[in-house]
């Protein structure tokens, strides 16, 4: 496999913890920052860190930025910085852009200029949260749309010994079960006759309400 590289724009919370984890799986990663003191911080975890301002064409093009695989913009309250430097990596040919949006309106408005990626980290973690809290069955959920999602479900003895072909899962809720998972193994794409103890965590995708129909019969 070829080892893909990224550019990270801006180092704070969220910037940072990619680049970190850029970093700790063994990727390249550019670490760019206008403020010295937290390029500083990241020039023995990133293969480089540059102190730059990211609104300025000259300094993305130096840099060669249209070379890396993948651009994270993680520029937190400048919302003004984040959409400018969005449009010059758009302007300059970067493939993937990904950038982190303020709020619905900077979000419409990285969409509109081209960005291919817009993460939400503070409203996602928050519903995400929320969604696990609410539920006891409910382990992790990964939201796949406004509508749709994965979601972990810990199997109660109501289905213990059933079989996956006889819960009927598909036909009754519209859901698929993709993969169980039993105290130290994981089946992926389980077949309908796999029988379903109590404890197995299935993880689930579909439509919420599907799911939610699902869970209050597993439950
Ligand atoms: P978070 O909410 O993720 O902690 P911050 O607002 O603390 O985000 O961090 C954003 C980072 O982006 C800061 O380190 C800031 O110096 C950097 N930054 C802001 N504007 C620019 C810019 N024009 N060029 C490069 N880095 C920038």
Redesign the pocket.
């Known amino acids: 496999m070829v080892k893909k590289e990224f550019a990270v ?7 940072g913890s990619i680049c970190r984890t850029f970093a700790e799986q063994g990727m390249e990663v550019m670490a ?4 010295e003191d ?1 390029v500083n911080e990241y020039s023995a975890i990133a293969s480089h860190a540059v102190v ?4 300025d064409e000259k300094v993305l093009k130096s840099l060669g930025i249209r070379n890396f695989d993948h651009v994270i913009v ?5 919302i003004q ?1 984040s959409i400018l ?1 969005t449009i010059i990596l758009k302007e300059l040919g970067v493939k993937n852009i990904t950038v ?1 949006a303020q709020n619905d309106y900077h979000e419409k408005v990285l969409l509109k200029i081209g960005a291919d990626h817009v993460v939400h980290p503070e409203r996602d973690m928050g519903r995400r949260i929320a969604n696990n809290m609410i539920s006891n069955s409910v382990l992790d959920y990964l939201e796949l749309s406004d509508e749709h999602s994965i979601v972990e479900i810990v199997a109660s003895e109501k289905i213990d010994g059933h079989s996956i072909l006889n819960l009927d899962i598909r036909a009754q809720y519209g859901i698929n079960i993709v993969a169980i998972k039993r105290t130290n193994e994981i089946i992926v794409s389980p077949q309908a006759n796999e029988i379903i103890h109590e404890k197995d965590i299935l993880i689930v995708i579909g439509a919420d309400a599907d799911i939610n129909r699902f869970e209050k019969k597993v439950l």
């Open positions: 724009i801006g180092l704070g919370r969220f910037g760019i920052d206008n403020n937290r730059g301002d990211s609104t993680a520029i937190g309250d400048n910085a430097t982190k």
